[in-house]
């Protein structure tokens, strides 16, 4: 089975407004943490936001928030207030397990988000 | 301070020739990792190293793939006789312990195989 799951090949939104971006995970882990990740054209990894799995609040970082339901196990990325420079692939990514074991990073295939003017 | 650095950033090979690939982690970082990215796929964990110590290889081909971390300079991922399949792009990221939250990845190598 898929450990991340992004189900959104592309997604559109009109600029100015906010978009959901869907990731679920799978992980019979209690301590894990889960990462969004900005791909633009040019190709660099972009950390935006980071939710652990005991943080009770969603994460957020300026326009972006994380909506972290645990039980359904998704970490939705939404993204309020789209710009242009927002057009972008965004990659879910998840770490399991503590300590010096939960090094790698599992992501998703990605959801390509294009942001119409 | 200078973030990741890779380099080459586009790197041509015909088959059957090597590809070096370097990264100079963060200064201050000790830990590195390297990630593939295939066409239309996400990333995906290669290899983790520690100076001079490979911790973990588990995603790394069996054949024709090396990685060091020397105690001087940069981690080198090494790819001997390429072929078309190697075409990706490959990831260098950082941390400062292996644990830490955050991994702070380079602009990646373009590998292209003709």
């Known amino acids: 089975a898929q450990k991340i799951t992004q189900t959104q090949p592309g997604m559109f939104v009109q600029e100015k407004e906010a978009v959901t971006l869907d990731c679920t995970y799978d992980?019979?882990?209690?301590?894990?943490?889960l990462f969004w990740y900005k791909q633009p054209s040019s190709g660099e990894m972009i950390f935006l936001i980071y939710q652990g799995s005991y943080d009770e609040q969603n994460a957020t970082e300026g326009r972006y928030s994380l909506n972290f339901q645990k039980a359904r196990k998704s970490a939705n990325l939404v993204i309020s207030a789209s710009q242009l420079g927002d057009s972008a692939m965004y990659f879910c990514?998840?770490?399991?397990?503590?300590?010096?074991?939960?090094?790698?990073?599992?992501f998703g295939k990605g959801t390509l988000l294009t942001v119409n003017p | 301070n200078a973030g990741v650095m890779q380099n080459p950033r586009h790197l041509v090979r015909r088959r059957g020739q090597e590809a070096r690939l370097r990264c100079s982690p963060m200064k201050g970082h000790s830990h590195v990792y390297w990630y593939r990215q295939l066409p239309e796929e996400g990333l995906k964990f290669m290899v983790y190293l520690q100076k001079e110590n490979i911790i973990d290889e588990s995603g790394m081909p069996k054949e024709r793939f090396s990685a060091e971390f020397p105690k001087e300079g940069p981690s080198i991922l090494r790819i001997q006789q390429v072929v078309r399949g190697d075409s990706a792009a490959y990831f260098c990221a950082s941390s400062p312990l292996p644990d830490s939250y955050e991994q702070y990845f380079g602009p990646g190598t373009r590998l292209t195989v003709t």
């Open positions: 992980t019979s882990d209690q301590s894990y943490g």
């Open positions: 990514a998840m770490r399991e397990g503590r300590g010096g074991s939960n090094y790698k990073l599992t």
